[in-house]
């Protein structure tokens, strides 16, 4: 049976006051809830927000992490920096991150190495652009950003690594993909998965789903066999819409 993982990425929002409200706030609803809960705020808000949700369940992640160990890398932060202040999660390969800053497959794998061999989970992000999607190329996609991405992850890390399928013409736009593409895209995932580490790795696989999850759409998607949980951003960031999607996912 996979625990349901609700994760929300709050991009480049919140200042560290209002982040450490908010994670105030998600502190007192979700105390009880027996749901796994990530939040990701931006690198300078990491501090305030892991001081607010202290003594809770939920774990506090970062967007994004260099694949260097140190040095003279302008910009950068590195999994050491993190792990000092107690942040032990990543997101990786946001489709914005390889939209905007030109992370491609094989520079997310050297973040995904890396990270795992400074011993941290990853939120590995994947999924295809509407280009892609119409012109018949949603498995290619999916398989080389899964082949590349995990080039050298042995199995015995897979349990340190979930997976958030992210169709880039569903984040921000509100158009959602129904829960049958989604759970299809996801059945495909596994089945990858399966082929490239075995049926139990496959089985235990985390699969987030994201592209405007929100209050309303939450409950049929994460009712989908394949579909593990959630990757939410605009609908992470008040509690008022985050908290009933993550009691969506206890249903
Ligand atoms: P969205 O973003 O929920 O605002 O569509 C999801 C994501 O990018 O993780």
Redesign the pocket.
Known sequence: MRKPYIAG?WKMNLTPSEGAKLAKELVSELKGVDVKVMIAPSFVCLPAVIAAVKGSNIIVAAQNVSDKESGAYTGEVSCQMLKDIGVNDVIIG???RRTYYGETDEWINKKVLFALSQGMNIDLCIGETLKQRQSGELEQVLSRQIKVGLEGVAASDMSRITF?Y?PVW???TGMTATADDADNAHAYIRKLIGSLYGKDVAENAIIQY????KPSNAKELLARENIDGA?????SLTAEKFVPIVKCALE
């Open positions: 990425n946001h489709s914005e958030a992210e569903a984040i921000g994201g592209g405007s999850v990757l939410i951003g605009g609908a």
